[in-house]
């Protein structure tokens, strides 16, 4: 059973920058894609950023766009998530997940296997 831990959340002013980090231990010879989602209080889930295990192939919501960056260094089975520029909007609970699907949809929490447990991102005006 793989499962996800997450670091790096906290409490930062608007303008900052914070990585998040998501470890893989045990066996990731399937693991076909990781993703970042977020969900804030009141709202729903929402895909954030993710990545195609094998080849770094990425993907962002618009929201975030050209502010944050995944990453991922398959030697160490982790995930990064580099948060640039931060805003107030940006303040959640963020989650990584992995999928061990074939045909899956980036975008979709639906069609992810396993999930961390969360950790809480602030962000301050």
């Known amino acids: 059973q793989v499962q996800l831990v997450e670091s790096g959340g906290g409490l930062v002013q608007a303008g900052a920058s914070l990585r998040l980090s998501c470890t893989a231990p045990?066996?990731?010879?399937?693991?076909?894609?990781m993703g970042w989602f977020r969900q804030a209080p009141g709202k729903e889930r929402e895909f954030v950023t993710g990545i195609r295990w094998s080849d770094g192939s990425t993907y962002y919501a618009d929201s975030v766009k050209g502010r944050f960056t995944i990453s991922r260094d398959t030697a160490k089975k982790t995930l990064y998530l580099q948060m640039s520029s931060l805003k107030p909007e940006d303040t959640a609970i963020y989650y990584c997940?992995?999928?061990?699907?074939?045909?899956?949809?980036?975008?979709?929490?639906?069609?992810?296997?396993?999930w961390g447990q969360g950790t809480q991102v602030t962000v301050s005006s």
């Open positions: 997940a992995a999928s061990f699907r074939f045909t899956v949809l980036v975008t979709m929490s639906g069609g992810y296997d396993v």
């Open positions: 045990g066996r990731t010879q399937s693991l076909t894609l």
